[in-house]
Structures are given as structure tokens and as C-alpha cells.
């Protein structure tokens, strides 16, 4: 029992790592700061919650709470993947999978698979879970975005095209949030934050 809760332990201590993980999208209410991917996997679960009628199918919503908990958690070793750079993104499941493994090996095995488990499902995309996650992933950097002045498309030279092909999946999770972020981009088009 020791040895368990000892590597339980271990990699609670591990994940505070992610509080230093930085997204490239601001904080709203703090100007200047960047959010780290702590807050941001607490915030999308927050988002998981409240939006869930809006969700294409019914879902598990525990499970898709686990799946925003667990889904950053790679990036202690990965780091934070721009979603815009197409480079950077041909290595990212690589890279985030040798994350996953380690990170999740720090567990007695049978909880190490359950995480794994989560986390690939999620990855994968394919249950109704996995697409309404991924669809409040990817919703919720463009809410910032919207709000905070287009920061980290302008920062960044984003195209309009860019924004829709990226977050086309949203739809396949949330066809009400598909319509929304649309809506989203059309402003933030008209504003001059997303080039065309």
C-alpha cells in the first residue's frame, strides 16, 4: 500500500509542472499574463459542465471531465503545441504518446492503463465523449481570442482560412458551437484580427 500511494503521490507532485506550461493565449482579467495549461484544462471542465446541453449526443460527462483533466497533462514533457503551426503539429501525437507513457507509467499499473485509456480515446476523437472534449478545446481558446482583442491570432499572423480548417472539428461535438465560433470568426475577421 506504501509502495502505492508513493507513486500516486509522485506524479501529483509531477503534475505541478503544468502550472508553468504557457498557451500562447492571454489571460483576459490579467492583462499581459499568458494562461498556463493548468488553468486551462480547469477552465475547459468548467466549460464541459455548463455547456453540455449543447453537446451533439448525450454524453458521459464524468468521463469527459476526466478526458479535460487528462488531456494537457502531456505537456509537462511536450510542451504546448501552437495549433496553427503545421510543423510543430506533424510530431505532437509522437511526442505527446512518449509523454503519456511516461507520465502515466509513474502509476501502479491498472491506473496507468485507465489514464492511458482516457487519454487515447480522447485522442482519437471518435466517441461521443472524445468530440464534445475536443470540441470545447478548441472553443475555448477562440472565446479568449474574442475577447482579449484577437491577441494570439494578431501575434501570431493567423488567417481566417487557418481559424476555420483548425476548428471545423468543433461541429463534429457540438454543431451549436460550430455555429457560434463561426459567428466568432466572422467578427473577428471584420475587426482585422484574422487576416484573410
Not at 146 to 163: A, C, F, L, P, Y
Request: hydrophobic share 40%; with cysteine.
Amino acid at each position: 500500500m506504501n509502495d502505492r500511494l508513493s507513486q500516486q503521490l509522485e506524479l501529483l507532485i509531477e503534475l505541478d509542472k503544468l502550472k508553468t506550461v504557457l498557451r500562447r493565449t492571454k489571460v483576459k482579467s490579467a492583462q499581459g499574463r499568458y494562461e498556463n495549461s493548468a488553468e486551462h484544462s480547469w477552465h475547459v471542465c468548467m466549460m464541459a459542465m455548463l455547456l453540455e446541453e449543447h453537446a451533439n449526443q448525450p454524453v458521459d460527462l464524468a468521463k469527459v471531465i476526466k478526458m479535460l483533466l487528462l488531456h494537457d497533462i502531456v505537456e509537462i514533457d511536450a510542451g504546448d503545441t501552437f495549433v496553427y503551426d503545421t510543423q510543430a503539429a506533424e510530431q505532437q501525437y509522437q511526442n505527446e504518446l512518449k509523454a503519456a507513457k511516461r507520465l502515466f507509467g509513474m502509476l501502479p499499473e491498472e491506473q496507468c492503463q485507465d489514464l492511458m485509456d482516457v487519454w487515447l480515446e480522447f485522442e482519437q476523437a471518435e466517441s461521443a465523449e472524445a468530440q464534445y472534449a475536443k470540441a470545447l478545446d478548441r472553443m475555448l481558446p477562440m472565446l479568449l481570442n474574442s475577447h482579449n482583442e484577437g491577441q494570439s491570432w494578431v501575434e501570431n499572423g493567423v488567417k481566417r482560412e487557418q481559424v476555420l480548417q483548425v476548428n471545423s472539428k468543433i461541429e463534429s461535438g457540438s454543431s451549436i458551437l460550430w455555429q457560434k465560433a463561426k459567428q466568432v470568426i466572422d467578427e473577428a475577421t471584420e475587426k482585422g484580427w484574422l487576416k484573410r
